[in-house]
C-alpha cells in the first residue's frame, strides 16, 4: 500500500482500513504463535502499512487544524 494511495482517503476509510490492518496483524501474530504463518515477512509489511495509516491520520489532523 502506498501513501499517496491513503492520502485520496476520506478518515472514515482511513480508520476503516487501520481497523482491518489491526485485524489482519493479531491474525498474523497468532499464526505465528502456533508455527502456522508461511511469511513472517508479512507481519513487518502489515506493521508499516498500519505507520502509514496513522500517519496520513494524523496528517490531515494537522492539516484541518490549520485551514
Known amino acids: 500500500m ?11 476509510e482511513l480508520g476503516a482500513e ?9 491474525a498474523l501474530r497468532f499464526q505465528h504463535a ?4 508461511d511469511n513472517p515477512l508479512r ?7 498500519i505507520a502509514r495509516v496513522k500517519t496520513v491520520i494524523r496528517a490531515q489532523e494537522l492539516g484541518a487544524d490549520e485551514v
Open 2 to 12: 502506498k501513501a499517496s494511495e491513503l492520502r485520496d482517503k476520506t478518515a472514515e
Open 18 to 26: 487501520l481497523l482491518k490492518l489491526k485485524e489482519e496483524l493479531f
Open 34 to 37: 502456533v508455527n502456522q504463518l
Open 43 to 49: 507481519i513487518r509489511a502489515v506493521k508499516k502499512d
